[in-house]
């Protein structure tokens, strides 16, 4: 177990140390969240939508942000996936393989660093959406980012089995994310409520794991952690967790 | 060192089964360099990632350092250096990061991998790219980085999968000044593959040629060439007549393997053309054979590949081989 923390540990600085060279390349992978931030957002509070929270410009921040928060724990796992898909084509996957160190912790570590980018991403997107006016629940912020980590754990994982098994074109990769990503996102009421459409939708909407985890992001951002949301949220995103890990260190260990 | 036994992998692609490696045996013994050579598609890479623990082999064993690769791997990884066919430092990531990191995966801790990374970088005489990025340096630099990487923890073995292809000439016998200076200083055993027939004539102790997943010749370049060509002798007559009297005279001498001829010329394959050219001109002489142009060559280790296969090594249209990847996949 010691060596397994430890070549986790390894691969976690590995992943880390370029992001911490140069900062900045981490404020431009979030340019897309950002920008639905500020652009979307101040849209929908200007048109005074009925959200189901109750009404005020304060809420429909609250309302937003979390699921801000959530596309963009969507998106960063792509990127991930992709350096992952560069490394295997390339050399430098199939040499961590003949060293001796833990497969396992060849995706612990980048799961790890990805969920370390997603946290400083998430802080620096509810700082820029507090003087846009959103009402700052701290503790509720602390676990809705909590939540968020543990679902961006199973994409980043699921993620990297996606480009493993999408080699060596990666084709794959492209077609399923990019089929995925904007039907998973809509379907989750992200950007408006899913209740705001047909009931064909709704029902569709059920079927999608990231729709509970919005609910429960969005009840616990304003503090509301009894919400039963909040227990729906945190299965769906433990159920992408487990799957991605497991699935994950499997190819990682049958070697690439 | 290295014991290959019986070694075989086939792949499936669809309906299709690829049988990519099918019998290969050899030893190398320690401090020896070894070439695999062969065309593209022998089944060198195959090999190569087997005997590296990247492939379980389908049948067959190998022993590295004594150690199983099939069920021994991690004992295996720790004593072996492997330097793939593609660049193994990562875009993002600075030379003497990588280097650092790949130390810590052999259990270095920071200090020593770090001391590591340095030496090696010395070592191979790029201490000056230590900060760069990957994407900044040459071809020939970045193939000596992927040397590093594979000399951070000073392995015993080193496998080297195609170590100069894509190289310039100038950054090719760099390279090789590097790995013969490193044996030399540090008893390394060598393992590569090869598509440059001057190359491994030069270089390696022993060649082992490899074709369509078979080992078809195992000895040192001398011997290969001695035993399975022969030298070539050439003799060109005034007139086609001539020629043809001088086969005629030839069929007739001891220790001539093969007798062609084309218009004027007649071409010899025999075993020491040195001794032979003059008795052969002597012989032609007496006969009246009048005799314009007279030569002989070395044969090199495509005839030795001609004879075993009737195919050449080097394709005319492809001098540098490496347009065509092995599957290494699955």
């Given at each position: 177990m010691p060596k397994l923390l430890q070549d986790t540990a390894t691969v976690f600085c590995r992943e880390i140390t370029p992001e911490l060279r140069s900062p900045v390349g981490m404020v431009f992978a979030m340019g897309q969240p950002v920008l639905f931030l500020v652009l979307f957002g101040s849209m929908l509070v200007g048109?005074?939508?009925?959200?189901?929270?109750?009404?005020g410009t304060a809420d429909v921040w609250q309302w937003f942000v979390p699921g801000i928060l959530v596309m963009m724990c969507l998106m960063g796992p792509l990127g991930a996936g992709h350096t992952m898909l560069s490394e295997l084509n390339g050399g430098q996957v199939e040499r961590f393989l003949v060293?001796?160190?833990s497969r396992t912790s060849l995706i612990l570590g980048r799961t790890g660093k990805d969920t370390v980018t997603l946290f400083a991403q998430a802080i620096l997107i509810t700082a820029i959406a507090v003087p846009l006016g959103m009402r700052f629940h701290l503790p509720g912020a602390l676990a809705t980012m909590v939540l968020l980590v543990v679902m961006a754990v199973g994409l980043s994982a699921l993620s990297y089995v996606l480009a493993i098994i999408s080699r060596p074109s990666g084709n794959l990769f492209w077609i399923v994310t990019q089929v995925l990503i904007f039907p998973v996102m809509l379907l989750s009421g992200?950007?408006?409520?899913?209740?705001?459409?047909?009931g064909w939708l709704s029902a569709v909407a059920t079927t999608n794991p990231v729709t509970y985890i919005v609910d429960a992001a969005r009840a616990l951002f304003v503090g509301?952690?009894?919400?039963p949301a909040v227990f729906h949220g945190l299965v769906a995103a433990t159920a992408i967790a487990v799957l991605g890990l497991i699935l994950a260190t499997r190819a990682m260990r049958r070697g690439v | 060192m290295i014991r290959a036994e019986g070694l075989r992998r086939t792949f499936t692609a669809g309906k299709e089964t690829i049988e990519a490696v099918r019998d290969v045996s050899f030893e190398v013994a320690a401090g020896e360099l070894l070439a695999l050579l062969g065309?593209?598609?022998?089944g060198k890479s195959t090999t190569m990632r087997m005997l590296t623990t990247l492939l379980p082999p389908t049948a067959g064993s190998a022993h590295i350092a004594g150690f199983d690769?099939?069920?021994?791997p991690g004992l295996v990884r720790e004593v072996i250096g492997y330097v793939g066919q593609?660049?193994?430092?990562?875009?993002?990531?600075r030379i003497r990061d990588e280097l650092a990191i790949q130390g810590r995966c052999y259990g270095l801790r920071l200090r020593e991998a770090r001391r590591r990374a340095d030496e090696v970088l010395e070592l191979l005489g790029?201490?000056?790219?230590?900060?760069?990025?990957?994407?900044?340096?040459s071809g020939g630099q970045r193939r000596r980085v992927d040397i590093a990487l594979g000399l951070v923890h000073g392995p015993r073995v080193l496998f080297l999968d195609e170590?100069?292809?894509?190289?310039?000439p100038h950054s090719r016998a760099g390279l090789w000044e590097q790995l013969q200076r490193l044996r030399r200083e540090q008893g390394l055993t060598i393992l590569l593959t090869t598509h440059y027939l001057d190359e491994a004539d030069q270089m390696a102790e022993r060649i082992v040629i490899v074709d369509q997943g078979r080992v078809i010749a195992n000895g040192t370049a001398d011997v290969l060439k001695a035993d399975l060509a022969g030298d070539r002798l050439y003799v060109t007559t005034s007139d086609t007549d001539g020629a043809r009297a001088a086969a005629a005279l030839a069929r007739r001498m001891?220790?001539?393997?093969e007798v062609t001829t084309e218009d004027r010329t007649v071409g010899l394959r025999c075993a020491d053309a040195d001794a032979v050219l003059p008795a052969y001109l002597r012989l032609l002489h007496h006969a009246s054979v009048t005799v314009t142009r007279a030569g002989l060559r070395r044969p090199s280790l495509d005839d030795v590949f001609i004879n075993l296969t009737?195919?050449?090594?080097?394709q005319p249209g492809d001098p540098?081989?490496?347009s065509i990847e092995e599957p290494t996949h699955a």
């Amino acid at each position: 177990m010691p060596k397994l923390l430890q070549d986790t540990a390894t691969v976690f600085c590995r992943e880390i140390t370029p992001e911490l060279r140069s900062p900045v390349g981490m404020v431009f992978a979030m340019g897309q969240p950002v920008l639905f931030l500020v652009l979307f957002g101040s849209m929908l509070v200007g048109t005074d939508a009925d959200l189901g929270t109750g009404t005020g410009t304060a809420d429909v921040w609250q309302w937003f942000v979390p699921g801000i928060l959530v596309m963009m724990c969507l998106m960063g796992p792509l990127g991930a996936g992709h350096t992952m898909l560069s490394e295997l084509n390339g050399g430098q996957v199939e040499r961590f393989l003949v060293t001796p160190i833990s497969r396992t912790s060849l995706i612990l570590g980048r799961t790890g660093k990805d969920t370390v980018t997603l946290f400083a991403q998430a802080i620096l997107i509810t700082a820029i959406a507090v003087p846009l006016g959103m009402r700052f629940h701290l503790p509720g912020a602390l676990a809705t980012m909590v939540l968020l980590v543990v679902m961006a754990v199973g994409l980043s994982a699921l993620s990297y089995v996606l480009a493993i098994i999408s080699r060596p074109s990666g084709n794959l990769f492209w077609i399923v994310t990019q089929v995925l990503i904007f039907p998973v996102m809509l379907l989750s009421g992200i950007l408006l409520p899913v209740d705001a459409g047909p009931g064909w939708l709704s029902a569709v909407a059920t079927t999608n794991p990231v729709t509970y985890i919005v609910d429960a992001a969005r009840a616990l951002f304003v503090g509301d952690f009894l919400d039963p949301a909040v227990f729906h949220g945190l299965v769906a995103a433990t159920a992408i967790a487990v799957l991605g890990l497991i699935l994950a260190t499997r190819a990682m260990r049958r070697g690439v | 060192m290295i014991r290959a036994e019986g070694l075989r992998r086939t792949f499936t692609a669809g309906k299709e089964t690829i049988e990519a490696v099918r019998d290969v045996s050899f030893e190398v013994a320690a401090g020896e360099l070894l070439a695999l050579l062969g065309p593209n598609g022998a089944g060198k890479s195959t090999t190569m990632r087997m005997l590296t623990t990247l492939l379980p082999p389908t049948a067959g064993s190998a022993h590295i350092a004594g150690f199983d690769v099939a069920r021994e791997p991690g004992l295996v990884r720790e004593v072996i250096g492997y330097v793939g066919q593609r660049n193994a430092a990562g875009e993002n990531h600075r030379i003497r990061d990588e280097l650092a990191i790949q130390g810590r995966c052999y259990g270095l801790r920071l200090r020593e991998a770090r001391r590591r990374a340095d030496e090696v970088l010395e070592l191979l005489g790029i201490g000056e790219l230590a900060g760069r990025l990957p994407g900044t340096l040459s071809g020939g630099q970045r193939r000596r980085v992927d040397i590093a990487l594979g000399l951070v923890h000073g392995p015993r073995v080193l496998f080297l999968d195609e170590p100069s292809a894509g190289l310039d000439p100038h950054s090719r016998a760099g390279l090789w000044e590097q790995l013969q200076r490193l044996r030399r200083e540090q008893g390394l055993t060598i393992l590569l593959t090869t598509h440059y027939l001057d190359e491994a004539d030069q270089m390696a102790e022993r060649i082992v040629i490899v074709d369509q997943g078979r080992v078809i010749a195992n000895g040192t370049a001398d011997v290969l060439k001695a035993d399975l060509a022969g030298d070539r002798l050439y003799v060109t007559t005034s007139d086609t007549d001539g020629a043809r009297a001088a086969a005629a005279l030839a069929r007739r001498m001891a220790g001539i393997v093969e007798v062609t001829t084309e218009d004027r010329t007649v071409g010899l394959r025999c075993a020491d053309a040195d001794a032979v050219l003059p008795a052969y001109l002597r012989l032609l002489h007496h006969a009246s054979v009048t005799v314009t142009r007279a030569g002989l060559r070395r044969p090199s280790l495509d005839d030795v590949f001609i004879n075993l296969t009737g195919r050449r090594l080097e394709q005319p249209g492809d001098p540098s081989g490496n347009s065509i990847e092995e599957p290494t996949h699955a």
